[in-house]
Nanobody, 114 residues
Framework: VQLQASGGGLVQPGGSLRLSCAAS????????MGWYRQAPGKQREMVAR???????NYADPVKGRFTISRDNAWNMVSLQMNSLKPEDTAVYYC?????????WGQGTLVTVSS
């Protein structure tokens, strides 16, 4: 499974960004995908996940502001981020769970600053 993330950038507080993760390879057996983030000096943390039943879960700090979605074939998973805050600044990583193994894409930097 190969994952390619895109969509990061610089945005002002209160703004929006949409991250996308394109999956390729043996994607038919993916059971879940998600987004994680790692801020400078902090551990990587889960932001949002979605599984094959389209059940979603979110980290408390992003609930009500971020929305994860996917297409039916696991070709693309997106993260719509609204009402962004400076504390959302981090490198965001796409993740896929396939046959019990986690796969990671390269990170995409999101900077929220005025």
């Amino acid at each position: 499974v190969q994952l390619q993330a895109s969509g990061g950038g610089l945005v002002q507080p209160g703004g929006s960004l949409r991250l996308s993760c394109a999956a390729s390879g043996r994607i038919f057996s993916i059971v879940a995908m998600g987004w994680y983030r790692q801020a400078p000096g902090k551990q990587r943390e889960m932001v949002a996940r979605i599984n094959s039943a389209d059940t979603t879960n979110y980290a408390d700090p992003v609930k009500g502001r971020f929305t994860i979605s996917r297409d039916n074939a696991w070709n693309m998973v997106s993260l719509q981020m609204n009402s962004l805050k400076p504390e959302d600044t981090a490198v965001y990583y796409c993740n896929a769970l396939y046959l019990g193994v986690q796969y990671w894409g390269q990170g995409t930097l999101v900077t929220v600053s005025s």
